[in-house]
């Protein structure tokens, strides 16, 4: 089910204007303790995974860091708890279809790639829930 | 700094029209690792802490968890890395204000209570996202 709701295009804020573009990532090979430390100094939920070319190549979340406290065993370096699969966005696309993707994945942030599928940003459910603040204003 | 934006009051869906009912608690003295477990169970990122009478005490979440990986040490259970300050929020608030809570404490989730401080929901920056959705349908 793929919905394009009908609107005025020029009227809808796109994601390039609410995206956050201080991004922490970090690479497949590193240890799940330095994901942790990593999220917690960007004070995030989200770290993109990029390869030697700088490229988007999975995510890694707080959530699948307490994968590792929940079924210790021998997971121990950010492959063995990524996701491979990234639901994605791009500047220029108009932030009601990235709320949809957020709604049909139960997920809270998508990276913001460039055509060579480089992250030059990060969208959080919290972008778009500040965009509320103001839709009731008088 | 309290801003109550003007607006046409019966206009404002109310924070009951959006929250999720179903929330999986726990209490101060279980073990991290038994609210990891309840983390990905719930597929959540939040969990709020009851007392013996069911009222909300604190808050745990997947980032509290990571602390615990990147900082071992000598962290067992929940009480040593919950938050007890919780912001929140109540059925009838309207979701302006829950979002604007959401943005100035940079947090992602509002346990909803009852007078009795007892919870009766959970609201997150993703339910207000979903709001987005229908924002500039024609
Ligand atoms: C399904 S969500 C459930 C928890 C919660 N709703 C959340 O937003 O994090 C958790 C999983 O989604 C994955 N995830 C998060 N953002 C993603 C994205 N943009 N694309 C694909 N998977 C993502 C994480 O790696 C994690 O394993």
Redesign the interface.
Known sequence: RRTR????TK??PRVREVMETKVVCITEDEP??EA??K??RG?T?HLPILDGDHRLVGIV???D??????RPGDRLCVRDIMTRKVVRTTPEE???IA??K??RH?I?ALPVVDPQNRVIGML???N???????????
Do not use: F, H
């Open positions: 709701p009908m609107r005025e009227l809808v799940i303790t942790a430390l999220l917690l004070e939920n979340t707080t959530y860091v307490t994968k590792a406290v929940a108009a932030v009601d709320a949809q957020l709604e139960n809270s959080t459910a919290l778009l829930g500040k965009l509320l603040g103001g839709r009731w204003k008088a």
